[in-house]
């Protein structure tokens, strides 16, 4: 069932350094490889998948992406279904490529259509659809048009070439802005009224290092229509370039509210980046990009650097829409079972009033050093952190001096697999195990911009370690370079990536979207687009010339890197006073131009504050909203979608779902977890992510790693936990997941059993190398994404389910594993590891087996169950254990958690169940509209956060308000306290009411993949939610009514009333905020 409206952003990273960073954090984290295991740019785009925001039950989860900056997300619900666990891969040997599809239509080169030439036609074979590039006649903009009538879930996009002169975040505050209202849609945010009543399955914008993309999806052709033709009008015809109050308030303004007051800056975007620049890892990456790249657009921040957007002034902003936001600088991409010909006679009809220009957004090449360079720099930390090992080194290249060759682009993908994309590759785990550090960081090839990099290197060392990082890495690369790598490794190097590649298995991110990032990693270069899509040539030609002997690495390894003289060394050291000193310049920037201001001068800046929150706060006329395009209730299918699903057996049952997935078979095994002793449940994060990472009785965990990638699709282990309606006690479990070919389900079925029943425990040097991982993506988490842990602290404080889920990350997490790091350095190893062997007892037998999840074509699936009733037949009985009661004290709170940051994380929430409301299903409906206007308009638009939102969990009752990168505390909190008075007093029309539904229906009806499917369905019986039950929600969701509005209302009064308070954010706020407010403060850090 959905949650409401979760309104977030995604996190910039758009420097190559930073980015490649993300996907180190990603595998130290225990989430699998990292996602540089595909070709080309389908490492792109399996990243961009990999890092999409999801929600599980009411769990809210970062909205991070790795890519770029987002203007907003709204992130799908559990309805949404679960995006797809990060694997290991092997090669898709007998998955058959589907035949070509019998075209609608198709155009020969020359051809002209509605405005356009053909100048390209292509069959890609690899991902069975037509592909066709188009020129238009009278701007020049180009169109890949990718014909798909497999693929019902549609996409759009247009991508400008926007390459920054400096750090004043022109191209990020302009991709916010020109959302902002329109020449055919005059309303604020025309961007809010499509999330709240479209059926889409993405809808944002993204702002890269050198380009922006407005992308869209959708599975209804209305709607798809609707989502392009607001966006094309936005990008092309901003209300913003006419009005400078839309850069105020995206960008920066200068706000006084009383002739005494100081002044202040604010902004969306101003604060979203004052949160970006306070996390270490971001602040590390970007000294690294900006060494790396000292003479070219990649050195400076298109995200924008909170001390130079101020200088953004509305001249500067309207010429640079002027001269990038033109057909002529246009790159248009169509993919699905959309029409082709009306995709050309749509876009003509918005491109014919322009004519072609000339504009110069090329990507100036960085000259390549003649020597190594060595940098410093320093992040911030709390005042009571112990900073003896904090540092961070990492050791960066330039690898390309433009965009390469496919040979040599293909074979550096490879390359980067083999040495950075397990734990066990060589060069990772020697950083791993040379215990300097805590943390891989750098996270190897980025080549998603005109020129490559690659970046490694560790964090939390002693500073007299920092020149040791070095000295590892290049006697590491010199030892590859001398002697190779085995066979093993390369053919599980290579099924790896064939099989990614094949199976593009991207989650809840539509696939024409990845292809789009893919084709755009040559596009915007002015290289082939087809290319990066078509791998198979490419690949047999690799394994060719690997067949002959040649050392394509080994060569690599010594010309890219160890010969390279285009190295920088970077290292970045902790400073308690940072914050301070940053907060202290601003302050003095303010006050030096307020004493520019005379008396006039402030009462009409007082004005001007004045004038654009109430502009800000009052509402768009009837007549603009009229003008947002949306559906009728009737293209609503009443009936709720249902999932193939036949239940077998008895002990465990058999779920097996019957649905077309291309002759791989996915395997989902659910452990109960209530018999676990609950001292032990906080170890369950650790104890997941060692099971892949720690060997087994038939080899260390370098030999397992290789098998898993050689004959399965990948193994991996996680936890999850959620109520159950009506049932105060928890349902959670640790979730085997596994993938395979077909033919490949006995290798699958037979290394979960080894890993299950013979794990190695006993590897005391791996376990706190892992723990150490963990707990330094805790800490990451704290600063980076707030609103999480502000989330999972408020459900520790209502449901057994929400202390369970705050044991296991955030705070509570990072404590947990400080505590047991110490707990093994002072002597307790013995009495850790019969912890964890307890753990494998409680967890690995046939009384916690819940249930075997299946979700293959139906021919294999017989097979499969075969295999996997031998699997549980070997499992241990346990006939003892019962389960355990948790009993914690719950109980509201009001708490302070104080990190290093520049911005707050503002959460308030309570159970409304406990306040006597009986779930209807209208209240899915009310609080995403909740979340688009009120919280949108109060937080974000007028407070100035990156993001305000609200989350309802239909199965536990928790409604919960959260804000990201905010500026302000006590004034957010005052905001959700008014969210009931808003409800009481709403009055909507039938049209108004009718787009809430319709957006609702969105997230309920979302876009699965099989294998989400598959898993969805599993969660749903392991709660006890049948079809009748979603069918009885479906009926409320659309028979919703203004009196619904009202007694939701009235259940939100008692959140403000009674509701907790957890806020994640600076020592200033949190100590401002403590008395008015009751906040208990911690510190999380302190030494």
Not at 640 to 661: M, R
């Amino acid at each position: 069932l959905a949650a409401s409206a979760f309104i977030s952003s995604g996190s910039p990273s758009r420097s190559p350094a930073l980015r490649a960073q993300k996907k180190a954090e990603a595998q130290s984290a225990g989430t699998g490889p990292c996602a540089a295991m595909a070709f080309g740019a389908m490492a792109l785009a399996a990243r961009n998948a990999a890092r999409q925001p999801m929600r599980r039950s009411a769990a809210v989860i970062s909205a991070k992406t790795a890519r770029a900056s987002m203007k907003s997300w709204v992130g799908p619900s559990a309805a949404k279904g679960v995006a797809a666990e990060a694997f290991s891969t092997v090669s898709m040997q007998s998955a058959a490529v589907a035949a070509p599809p019998t075209k609608a239509v198709s155009y020969e080169v020359g051809e002209k259509l509605h405005g356009w030439t053909c100048v390209r036609s292509e069959y890609i074979k690899e991902f069975s659809c037509s592909g066709y590039l188009f020129q238009h006649d009278k701007t020049g903009a180009e169109l890949m048009s990718m014909v798909q009538p497999a693929d019902e879930n549609k996409t759009f996009s247009v991508v400008f070439r926007t390459p920054p002169e400096n750090s004043n975040g022109i191209a990020h505050v302009l991709e916010h802005s020109v959302l902002c209202g329109s020449r055919k849609y005059p309303l604020k945010e025309p961007f809010v009224e499509l999330m709240k009543s479209s059926l889409q399955t993405f809808l944002n914008a993204m702002t890269f290092p050198d380009r922006t993309c407005y992308p869209v999806a959708s599975c209804n052709l209305k709607d798809f229509y609707n989502l392009i033709d607001v966006y094309l009008d936005a990008v092309f015809h901003p209300r913003a370039v006419s009005d400078p109050k839309v850069l105020a308030q995206e960008g920066w303004h200068y706000e006084v509210e009383s002739k005494d007051a100081p002044l202040s800056f604010k902004g969306v975007v101003f604060n979203e980046m004052k949160g970006v620049y306070s996390d270490p890892d971001s602040a590390h990456g970007r000294l690294a990009n900006q060494s790396l790249f000292p003479d070219n657009q990649y050195g400076v921040d298109s995200g924008g650097d909170p001390k130079v957007i101020p200088s953004l002034t509305f001249d500067y902003f309207k010429d640079f829409h002027s001269k990038y936001y033109h057909p002529s600088n246009a790159k248009f991409w169509f993919y699905g079972d959309d029409p082709a010909d009306g995709r050309l006679e749509l876009l003509d009809k918005f491109l014919s009033e322009f004519s072609k220009i000339e504009v110069d957004s090329s990507i100036a090449i960085q000259p390549l050093f003649k020597e190594a360079k060595k940098v410093q720099g320093e992040f911030a930390v709390g005042e009571e952190e112990d900073i003896s090992n904090k540092t961070m080194v990492s050791v960066n290249w330039i690898v390309s001096e433009g965009k390469e060759d496919l040979q040599t682009s293909l074979a550096m993908q490879f390359l980067n697999y083999l040495i950075m994309g397990t734990p066990a590759s060589p060069l990772y785990k020697a950083l791993v195990d040379s215990g300097l550090g805590s943390r891989v960081i750098g996270g190897g090839l980025d080549d998603s911009m005109l020129q490559s990099t690659f970046s490694v290197g560790l964090k939390d060392l002693k500073p007299e370690d920092a020149p040791k990082v070095e000295e590892l890495v290049t006697q590491v690369l010199t030892e590859l370079a001398d002697k190779g790598f085995e066979n093993d490794a390369i053919k599980a190097a290579i099924n790896t990536i064939e099989f990614q590649n094949r199976e593009l298995n991207t989650g809840s991110f539509p696939k024409g979207l990845a292809l789009l990032f893919a084709a755009n990693s040559n596009w915007n270069y002015g290289k082939d687009p087809f290319e990066p899509l078509s791998f198979d040539g490419p690949l047999l030609d690799l394994k060719s010339r690997l067949e002959k002997g040649e050392s394509v690495f080994e060569d690599l390894i010594r010309k890219k890197l160890l010969q390279n003289s285009h190295k920088v060394i970077v290292e970045t050291n902790p400073s308690k006073d940072l914050e301070k000193r940053i907060a202290d310049e601003e302050k003095a920037v303010l006050e030096a131009h307020r004493k520019t201001l005379d008396g006039a001068d402030i009462e009409n800046l007082m004005k001007e504050t004045a004038l654009l929150k109430e502009i800000q706060e009052k509402p768009d006329s009837p007549e603009a909203m009229q003008t947002v395009p949306r559906l009728e209730l009737s293209d609503i299918a009443k009936e709720t979608p249902t999932i193939p699903t036949e239940v077998k057996g008895s002990a465990p049952k058999a779920l097996v779902h019957a649905l077309p997935t291309s002759g791989v078979v996915y395997m989902d095994i659910a452990f109960d977890v209530s018999r676990t002793p609950v001292e032990l449940l906080p170890l369950l994060p650790l104890f997941t992510s060692a099971l892949r990472q720690l060997g087994t009785a038939k080899g260390d965990f370098v030999n397992l790693t290789r098998r898993i990638g050689m004959s399965t699709g990948g193994i991996s282990a996680s936890t999850v936990c959620n109520n159950k309606r009506g049932d105060p006690s928890p349902r959670a479990y640790l979730i085997l997941r596994g993938k395979a070919m077909s033919g490949q389900v006995p290798e699958l079925v037979d290394l979960a059993q080894e890993i299950v029943l013979t794990v190695n425990l006993d590897n005391k040097e791996r376990i706190v190398q892992l723990a150490n991982q963990l707990k330094s993506g805790a800490q990451g988490a704290l600063i980076s994404s707030g609103h999480i842990v502000a989330a999972r602290q408020l459900g520790a404080q209502t449901t057994e389910a929400g202390w369970l889920n705050a044991q296991w990350s955030g705070m509570k997490q990072y404590d947990y594993l400080s505590k047991l790091l110490a707990e093994i350095e002072g002597g307790g190893w013995d009495d850790v590891h019969k912890r964890l062997q307890t753990l494998q007892a409680c967890i690995f037998n046939q009384a916690a087996c819940s249930v075997v999840n299946l979700t293959a074509d139906a021919e294999n699936l017989g097979a499969a169950e075969a295999a996997m009733e031998t699997f549980t037949s070997t499992l241990p009985a346990d006939e003892t254990s019962q389960p355990v009661l948790l009993k914690p004290a719950l109980g509201r709170r009001a708490e302070g958690i104080i990190v290093p940051t520049q911005v707050n994380y503002v959460g308030k929430g309570g159970n409304v169940y406990q306040s006597g409301y009986e779930y209807h299903g209208s209240a899915q409906v009310i609080s995403k509209l909740l979340g688009a206007t009120y919280l949108w308009d109060k937080v974000r638009v007028s407070g100035g956060a990156y993001g305000g939102f609200c989350a309802f969990d239909p199965r536990s009752g928790d409604f919960k308000y959260l804000s990201y990168r905010d500026p302000n505390l006590g004034k957010t909190l005052e905001a959700y306290d008014g969210a009931s008075t808003f409800l009481k007093e709403l009055e909507l029309g039938e049209d108004e009411l009718t787009k809430a539904i319709i957006g609702c229906m969105g997230d309920v009806d979302a876009y699965m993949l099989p294998d989400a499917k598959g898993y969805q369905a599993m969660i749903r019986y392991l709660l006890e939610e049948d079809d009748e039950y979603r069918q009885k929600v479906r009926d409320e969701i659309l028979s919703t009514s203004m009196e619904d509005f009202k007694k939701f209302a009235s259940v939100l009064s008692d959140v403000a009333d009674t509701g907790g308070i957890s806020v994640v954010g600076s020592k200033e706020a949190c100590e401002e905020a403590k008395d008015e407010f009751g906040l208990e403060l911690t510190t999380p850090f302190a030494a």
